[in-house]
Structure formats: C-alpha cells, structure tokens
C-alpha cells in the first residue's frame, strides 16, 4: 500500500485511545503517519482527561477506540476526544469504532426498554463527530442511527481468504449457528462458493422441561463445516452449534468469527469445543490471560487503513467494498 504524499499527511491526523493501541500502531504504518501525541489521564475519581499536543486546526481526524470491557470507559473517552477536536477546530472528525459499542441494543423487544445503538449514535454526533467508521455492525439498520455518513466495512474477506488458503472448498459447508444469522452466512456461502446449512434451535415439546433441541437443516455429514457469526462472546452459543454438528456427522468444525469479545467463560468453552480452529479479527485486543489454542487472529489493520485513506482523500469506500 503506498504512503501518502507529505502535503497528504500533514493534514490527515490520526488518534487513538488507549484501548487498543496495537491497533492503532499498525493502521499509523500502513498510512506512512504517525499517531498523534496526547495527554491522556485517568483521575482517582475516575474522571479522564485528555490534551492533544500537537496543533489540531483544520485537520481531517480520525480517532480509533475499540470498545472492549470496560466498554463505558473507552466509549467516553472517546467522546471526550472528539470534544477536545471540535473545540480545536478540527475540520472533519471520524469516529473510528471497528467494534460499535452496544450494537446488540438496537431494537426494543420489551416495552419500557432503551434503544441503546442508536444513544450511542446520537452521543458521537452531540460531541461533535461528522462520520462513523464500522466493521460488521451487528444489525445493519444502525447506519441509520447516525446523522451523518456511516462506513459499514465487513470483515468477510479477509476471513474468507484466509479460509481459501487453509482449507479445501471440496467438500465444505458453511454453517449458520441460528437463523438470525442466515443473512451473513449467505454471503460466506456466496464467497466460498460452498452449500449452506443452518441449525435451528427449538424446544422439545416431549419433555417436561422443553429442552432445546438443535436440528441441522442441510448436508452436514462427514463435510467440514464453517461455523460463522459476526461476534464470539460468552461462546455459548457457537460452541453447543458446534456440538450439534458433531451429533449430526460432521467431519471437521471450524469457526469464523469478525469480533472477539471473549468475555466470562468463553476461553474455557473454546477450549474444550468440538473446533478445529476458532479464526478471528483483531477488532477488539485480547487479553494475554486468555489462551485459547486453537485460535488464529488476523489484522483488520489493511482494511480500516484503506477505508481511512478512502474517506479522506475523498474516493469511494463502496468501491473498495466491491474490490474485496
């Protein structure tokens, strides 16, 4: 990937919150920039404090948090930066969040409940954010929460093609762990050029205490099968897939997964699993106290750095979407 020209680089800015600041570093050396030097400060109260130090007037910004546990303190870290831009006279803000905080709250579902994604969109815009910068948002009507252009990137590709060069596509099946995923296992099975299957879990009628029953509806049997979802969390769910799949012959089972949330006892759970492989994204850091062996993380780095170069040299990230 070229470096930007100088007369380029001086006026697009690059931040980044403390989160994840491996991140950071490696979009910064794809772009030929540099991150730009802050004073960040948790106080005792907990309270954070932010100072940029270099000269911010008229720049085209970008500020890169990705939204791990302690997810409230890097959302409001980050709106403490785009504050701190917009009262410096940074031309353009774009909020970088390759992880959108809170994306699974997107609807009600309950009366007398928050539509929390869409808080979060009118948070960034209050502080003064002018576009958003995304990978696989969770549901994809949350683009429209934001006043403003929303770059909705997908992390597909470079999953896929890393799949295309590990794996044999002869005798392979993507997989959607439930039917609200259909959608994005489609796409993989578009990509892939492989059949799709998809579990169902339902309620077992027969007993007492409806236990839920996994049907597979699709040729599973001694197939290797691809289980995909945008985000690993608690792993529950992937992991009894995983079982089911077993159960119902597979040969080998692999996850694909863009977001890496990991939290409670997801590494445990993986690690006892049915998986080959559990293939990931570096949207969100891992904690080095989590070992999980079996899993492969990739750099999003490539495509957040293209869609940044995109954006502020005004080109079309829909294009570079189609390009993937």
């Known amino acids: 990937m070229a470096d930007l020209t100088k007369k380029d680089v001086k006026h697009l800015m690059l931040f980044a919150g ?11 050396t794809l772009l030929g920039t540099e991150l730009v030097p802050s004073r960040t400060v948790t106080y005792a109260n907990s309270e954070i404090y932010v100072r940029f130090e270099e000269s911010v007037r008229g720049c085209d910004a970008f500020i890169i948090q990705a ?28 909020v970088v969040t390759p992880f959108y905080p809170y994306a699974r709250q997107d609807k009600k579902h309950a009366g007398r409940e928050p539509i929390s994604a869409r808080l979060i969109a009118d948070m960034y815009k209050a502080a003064g954010a002018t576009r958003i ?5 969770h549901a994809a009507q949350i683009q429209g929460f934001f006043d403003g252009p929303v770059d909705h990137l997908y992390g597909l590709p470079i999953l896929a093609d ?5 794996y044999s596509l002869d005798n392979f ?5 439930d039917a609200g995923r259909v959608r994005t296992s489609d796409m993989w099975s578009d990509r892939l050029g492989c059949p799709l299957a998809i579990i ?5 009628p027969n007993t007492a205490h409806s ?12 197939k290797t099968c691809l289980l995909v979802d945008d985000m690993i969390d608690t792993a529950g769910t992937i992991c009894l897939a995983a079982e089911a799949l077993k159960v119902h012959g ?25 998986f080959e492989e559990i293939i990931v994204t570096n949207t969100l850091p891992i904690d080095p106290k989590i070992k999980i062996d079996k899993m492969t993380v990739l750099s999003i780095a490539p495509l957040l750095a293209k869609a940044i170069k995109e954006v502020f040299l005004d080109g079309s990230v829909a294009a570079l979407m189609n390009e993937q």
Do not use: F
């Open 18 to 28: 403390r989160s994840h600041p491996q991140l950071a570093a490696q979009i910064a």
């Open 250 to 274: 597979a040969g080998k089972v692999i996850a694909a997964a863009t977001h890496p949330v990991l939290s409670g006892p997801a590494a445990d759970r993986l690690n006892r699993s049915a």
């Open 211 to 222: 236990v839920a029953v996994h049907e597979v509806v699709g040729d599973v049997e001694g």
């Open 200 to 204: 169902h879990k339902r309620r077992d």
């Open 67 to 94: 939204h791990t546990a302690p997810v409230n303190d890097w959302l409001m870290e980050q709106l403490i930066m785009v504050d701190a831009l917009k009262r410096a006279s940074a031309k353009r803000i774009t």
């Open 133 to 137: 910068m995304s990978v696989d948002l």
């Open 173 to 177: 099946v993507v997989v959607s762990p």
């Open 162 to 166: 890393y799949v295309k060069k590990n």
